[in-house]
């Protein structure tokens, strides 16, 4: 039996994204070399560029060979599907952004607390902490500091902050830091218990996402099945393919269908995130 022309269109793009993979990967490791062999003159914005006009001259033959082979409208909807890449690349990189910082707040917190026990001020340790924390939370906590030191009242720069953030962790530690720079009764203990509940939070949240493993995983059949099965329709060649790629009635199944399929797997992947505890 012979291929169906979505199924060469689906090939030709899949060919050309792994060729421009290929090139960009291959880019990458000779200036990897270049700079190895001498810092100082590696052209790291040149590179950069190639590797860039090289992916997106394969993608776009890719796109080319499969408008040939099954028109527009099937090398729209594969187009979506690769453009969905990407944008869920930024927001993992958000989210693993916002668990690091999560991760450092309880060591930042206890570096806090030592330099309070000897002797400096909520201040002066906000910018001596932020200057050793990496990012992101160093530069915040730094920014903090100088931002009192400048004459703002820590109360406002802290409950800025808290509000910046929206999360249970940096409202809890900033409450702390308020009630110390009030009260400036042993401003360390408090500071060492926030830490301890922070710490506390992240180990259940560990557990909580170790438990819910085989939920993820189940989560990640049921949403990959339903395409799956509609790229073994295509491939086939059968009266449902037909049906789907060359009506406007299949279309629209075709739209509801993805549509259904990613919120029941956004709402899957929520309850079974297991962040918080």
Do not use: K, N, Y
């Not at 990897?32 to 860039?52: F, Q």
């Not at 993992?92 to 206890?110: F, V």
């Not at 996402?209 to 790229?231: T, W």
């Amino acid at each position: 039996m012979s291929a169906s022309p979505p199924a060469l269109a689906a090939v030709a793009v899949v060919a050309a994204v792994a060729v421009g993979c290929s090139l960009d990967g291959a880019l990458a490791r000779r200036r990897v070399r270049r700079r190895l062999a001498d810092p100082a003159h590696a052209p790291a914005g040149r590179d950069g560029e190639r590797r860039r006009v090289a992916a997106v001259g394969a993608v776009a033959a890719g796109v080319g060979a499969a408008w040939a082979a099954a028109g527009p409208w099937a090398v729209g909807g594969l187009v979506a599907v690769a453009a969905a890449g990407p944008v869920r690349a930024a927001v993992r990189r958000r989210s693993a952004r916002g668990r690091q910082r999560r991760r450092q707040l309880p060591g930042a917190l206890d570096r806090l607390a030592a330099a309070l026990r000897t002797g400096s001020s909520l201040t002066t340790a906000l910018e001596e902490v932020g200057a050793t924390v990496e990012p992101p939370l160093g530069p915040e906590l730094a920014a903090l500091g100088a931002a009192s030191a400048r004459g703002r009242p820590l109360r406002d720069v802290l409950a800025e902050w808290a509000d910046a953030h929206d999360d249970p962790d940096t409202r809890l530690a900033a409450s702390a830091l308020v009630l110390a720079s009030v009260v400036g009764s042993a401003p360390a203990r408090a500071v060492d218990g926030v830490a301890a509940t922070v710490r506390e939070r992240l180990d259940l949240a560990d557990e909580r996402r170790a438990m819910a493993a085989q939920a993820r995983a189940s989560a990640l059949v049921l949403s990959a099945a339903p395409a799956l099965f509609a790229a073994v329709l295509v491939a086939a060649d059968t009266a449902a393919a037909r049906f789907l790629l060359s009506s406007p009635a299949g279309w629209a199944c075709l739209t509801l269908g993805v549509a259904l399929d990613a919120a029941g797997a956004w709402w899957m992947a929520r309850i079974t995130a297991g962040e918080r505890p």
